[in-house]
């Protein structure tokens, strides 16, 4: 089957298309004939430097969420599987590939009303999302800023918090993406690559959802009132936002960090697909490579230019 290898760690140009052997469907597992690839923000750290939340065993097909038809099951995994479309996580490994292993237990089948790319979108920003969005207990007539409000999650986090009744503050750089968060629902857009950013937000914030970090993650916090709450999901600039406890609490701030069991990240993600089945909730899908571009998709999410969520179509 076709993959794609990373044999080092460096530039997108480490990513290589070439032959791998087909996966097999091991007790408890199954194999997947793959149709669209999920790509992330973390994936391009990891192939970069090796850091981040997977094995870094060189060399490897990388790859942690795919959507696709059930091909082959393994002992102990039920045989009316077969056929059914699933999306899943792989592991850290295996998902840049025309076919992909994974844990009978990490499916998710697909509603019938839900496009399968649509799905896959929805994988892990849909579960980010609605996870962030509960966390921070957003209530009707809230001012909500969306860093990155263009983003795989960002434009999730706008969708779910205008549903929560929220006055919702959109914050992107450049007009093109500041027009797609107006499109989903916005109430207000601000551009933060224009120095004067905060000053064009007006009132005081109650809820920020900080998807970038550094600089413009700390001017969003300042724009948080007392009572307002914080919480982190991203760090497009390349580092966290540096807020300690005793700053936020000196302006009366919570710090939300959101946790959760394998049960609650499986349920929000479920909660993700059952509301883009009832037409509640859309993924923006803004680019799509050929699994063989799989460094040009790498290339351009870095280079913060993309909008929405970067997918591989694989067949």
């Not at 237990?105 to 790319?117: I, M």
């Not at 993700?272 to 909730?281: K, P």
């Not at 230019?305 to 997918?311: F, N, V």
Request: hydrophobic share 50%; no cysteine; net charge negative.
């Amino acid at each position: 089957m076709r993959a794609v290898w990373l044999r080092e760690f460096g530039e997108p140009e480490v990513l290589a298309i070439g032959e791998a052997p087909d996966p097999v469907a091991d007790a408890g597992r199954v194999v997947v004939d793959v149709e669209y690839a999920n790509t992330t923000f973390v994936e391009t750290q990891f192939r970069a430097t090796g850091s981040g939340p997977f094995a870094a065993d060189l060399p490897m097909v990388p790859g942690n969420g795919v959507g696709g038809i059930v091909a082959a099951v393994g002992p102990g995994v039920p045989d009316d599987l077969v056929g059914a479309r699933v999306i899943t996580s792989t592991g850290g490994h295996g998902g840049y590939a025309e076919r992909a292993a994974a844990d009978a237990a990490s499916l998710f089948q697909v509603p019938a009303d839900v496009p399968l790319d649509v799905a896959v979108a929805l994988l892990a920003d849909g579960r980010t999302a609605t996870m962030m969005t509960r966390a921070a207990g957003i209530r009707a007539g809230e001012r909500v800023l969306v860093e990155a409000a263009a983003g795989g999650v960002g434009t999730l986090i706008v969708q779910l918090a205008k549903a929560a009744g929220a006055t919702v503050v959109a914050a992107a750089g450049g007009a093109r993406k500041l027009a797609v968060a107006k499109e989903l629902g916005a109430d207000i857009t601000v551009d933060y690559t224009e120095a004067d950013w905060p000053g064009q937000v007006g009132d005081a914030v109650d809820v920020v959802f900080d998807g970038v970090g550094g600089d413009i993650g700390r001017a969003a916090f300042e724009l948080l009132g007392r009572g307002g709450r914080m919480v982190s999901f991203g760090l497009a600039s390349g580092t966290w936002t540096a807020i300690g406890e005793e700053d936020a609490t000196a302006r009366d701030v919570t710090l939300v960090r959101p946790t959760a069991t394998q049960d609650e990240l499986r349920a929000h993600t479920e909660s993700a697909l059952a509301e883009a089945a009832a037409g509640r909730l859309r993924p923006i899908i803004g680019q799509r490579f050929p699994l063989a571009k799989a460094a040009d998709a790498h290339r351009a999410i870095q280079s913060r230019a993309t909008i929405g969520k970067t997918l591989l179509a694989v067949r």
